[in-house]
């Protein structure tokens, strides 16, 4: 039988045992939770309730969920790898069970276990989604199966909402995981829309280096800099797209990268600013005429209105079909030249270190994500994403916020 085990949030997990069956019973005599349980509306009584947690007791582990020192579920691994939960009526809707099922997962992983699995009724919309946001899939009738043998070889990440806090920085957690990759020498990149400028001063700050994917997937460097791949449009092209927001009096400020350079209209323009600040790195003022024949435009950003944003986003792309487009947040409109994505770079970074995109993991938390998420073999959305993201059939972690990715790094086990 395992010890007792701390969750975050305050939540412990203490080994079962018959203390608190008569608080347990009141839960269990809730029609609507025996419904979802065990597909019937028949509540149990005191002798059917000691029977269950005899079972559950000699087949496995189980434990009292505990919060602020009273219990409010009670959840159990089985030897099999079964994974059972229940939480009291007045706790559910609290992320509870999203810390029970992973402390299990992680339990699992400890014992050696290859797998777990729930059995959950197809009416039992909540407990689906909350397993299936874990990596679960059904197998057959009512049986969600998580594989804890995935093989993972690499791991990337976007940067702004994700590896990223609010106020731009790593936290210390992540920091660690990172590092506890890198020594097993698995290789962590990040991926994200900043140009190259906008994100080696992490390297300083959190004392460490990798290959990066900038400019949303036309530019990639290895981790001393040296740049693997580069496919940019032309600075003509970039001056067409700036004459027609121009042209069109849209609410938006238009931004030209290049490997080494950030061109505006304005330095003054109060959204160039936030984004300096953000970013921090000064731009320039200039035009795509300021550019050489042979510079290469990696990415441009139409800083937008975002009550704007849909129309500019539909006729932008109406007018320029050879190039991709993509938010990275609500009043962000990404370009790159067609054919450039977070998920084609991904590819080829693979490749480049002969790795299996089977074996990657990603994690993210926009629509500019997608792509780069759908390309990898285990893709996380981190809890902060868009609820239309997250309806999508994406596993999901905690937020940036939250120690997201360690988190989920932990529940694969590549780090302890």
Same mark, same amino acid.
């Given at each position: 039988?395992?010890?007792?085990?701390?969750?975050?949030?305050?939540?412990?997990?203490? /080994?079962?045992?018959?203390?608190?069956?008569?608080?347990?019973?009141?839960?269990?005599?809730?029609?609507?939770?025996?419904?979802?349980?065990?597909?019937?509306?028949?509540?149990?009584?005191?002798?059917?309730?000691?029977?269950?947690?005899?079972?559950?007791?000699?087949?496995?582990?189980?434990?009292?969920?505990?919060?602020?020192?009273? /219990?409010?579920?009670?959840?159990?691994?089985?030897?099999?790898?079964?994974?059972?939960?229940?939480?009291?009526?007045?706790?559910?809707?609290?992320?509870?069970?999203?810390?029970?099922?992973?402390?299990?997962?992680?339990?699992?992983?400890?014992?050696?276990?290859?797998?777990?699995?729930?059995?959950?009724?197809?009416?039992?919309?909540?407990?689906?989604?909350?397993?299936?946001?874990?990596?679960? +899939?059904?197998?057959?009738?009512?049986?969600?199966?998580?594989?804890?043998?995935?093989?993972?070889?690499?791991?990337?990440?976007?940067?702004?909402?994700?590896?990223?806090?609010?106020?731009?920085?790593?936290?210390?957690?992540?920091?660690?995981?990172?590092?506890?990759?890198?020594?097993?020498?698995? /290789?962590?990149?990040?991926?994200?829309?900043?140009?190259?400028?906008?994100?080696?001063?992490?390297?300083?700050?959190?004392?460490?280096?990798?290959?990066?994917?900038?400019?949303?997937?036309?530019?990639?460097?290895?981790?001393?800099?040296?740049?693997?791949?580069?496919?940019?449009?032309?600075?003509?092209?970039?001056?067409?797209?700036?004459?027609?927001?121009?042209?069109?009096?849209?609410?938006?400020?238009?931004?030209?990268?290049?490997?080494?350079?950030?061109?505006?209209?304005?330095?003054?323009?109060?959204?160039?600013?936030?984004?300096?600040?953000?970013?921090?790195? +000064?731009?320039?003022?200039?035009?795509?005429?300021?550019?050489?024949?042979?510079?290469?435009?990696?990415?441009?950003?139409?800083?937008?209105?975002?009550?704007?944003?849909?129309?500019?986003?539909?006729?932008?792309?109406?007018?320029?079909?050879?190039?991709?487009?993509?938010?990275?947040?609500?009043?962000?409109?990404?370009?790159?030249?067609?054919?450039?994505?977070?998920?084609?770079?991904?590819?080829?970074?693979?490749?480049?270190?002969?790795?299996?995109?089977?074996?990657?993991?990603?994690?993210?938390?926009?629509?500019?994500?997608?792509?780069?998420?759908?390309?990898?073999?285990?893709?996380?959305?981190?809890?902060?994403?868009?609820?239309?993201?997250?309806?999508?059939?994406?596993?999901?972690?905690?937020?940036?916020?939250?120690?997201?990715?360690?988190?989920?790094?932990?529940?694969?086990?590549?780090?302890?």
């Amino acid at each position: 039988m395992s010890g007792q085990r701390m969750t975050e949030n305050g939540i412990t997990l203490i /080994p079962y045992d018959n203390r608190y069956d008569e608080e347990a019973l009141k839960w269990y005599q809730d029609r609507e939770l025996c419904l979802m349980m065990d597909g019937k509306e028949t509540v149990y009584d005191r002798d059917r309730l000691s029977v269950m947690y005899a079972y559950l007791s000699a087949g496995g582990d189980c434990f009292w969920v505990m919060l602020d020192g009273r /219990p409010a579920g009670d959840v159990t691994l089985m030897k099999n790898g079964e994974i059972s939960i229940v939480i009291a009526p007045e706790h559910q809707g609290k992320g509870i069970g999203r810390h029970c099922v992973r402390e299990m997962i992680l339990l699992a992983r400890e014992k050696g276990m290859s797998g777990v699995f729930a059995r959950i009724y197809d009416f039992n919309l909540k407990s689906r989604k909350l397993f299936m946001s874990f990596g679960f +899939r059904k197998t057959e009738a009512e049986k969600y199966v998580l594989s804890l043998e995935e093989k993972c070889g690499i791991v990337f990440s976007d940067a702004d909402g994700t590896l990223l806090t609010e106020k731009k920085e790593i936290l210390p957690g992540t920091v660690d995981a990172i590092l506890q990759l890198q020594k097993k020498g698995i /290789p962590f990149v990040i991926v994200s829309g900043r140009h190259p400028a906008a994100l080696v001063h992490l390297f300083d700050t959190y004392h460490f280096r990798c290959p990066l994917i900038c400019c949303g997937g036309g530019l990639i460097l290895d981790e001393n800099g040296a740049v693997l791949y580069e496919k940019g449009f032309a600075p003509e092209r970039a001056g067409d797209v700036a004459r027609f927001i121009e042209e069109k009096g849209f609410r938006c400020a238009w931004n030209i990268y290049t490997r080494d350079r950030w061109i505006v209209k304005d330095r003054n323009d109060a959204r160039v600013k936030t984004v300096e600040d953000i970013l921090r790195v +000064r731009s320039e003022e200039g035009t795509a005429e300021d550019l050489g024949e042979n510079e290469a435009v990696d990415k441009m950003i139409l800083i937008c209105d975002p009550e704007q944003m849909p129309r500019i986003e539909k006729e932008t792309k109406q007018a320029f079909p050879d190039l991709f487009m993509a938010k990275s947040a609500g009043w962000i409109l990404e370009i790159m030249q067609g054919g450039v994505t977070k998920g084609e770079a991904v590819r080829l970074l693979c490749g480049r270190l002969n790795i299996p995109v089977e074996e990657s993991v990603a994690f993210g938390d926009h629509d500019n994500d997608l792509d780069m998420l759908k390309a990898c073999a285990v893709p996380f959305l981190m809890a902060n994403a868009p609820q239309g993201l997250k309806e999508r059939n994406f596993r999901i972690t905690d937020s940036n916020e939250e120690d997201g990715i360690r988190k989920a790094l932990l529940q694969l086990g590549l780090i302890v």
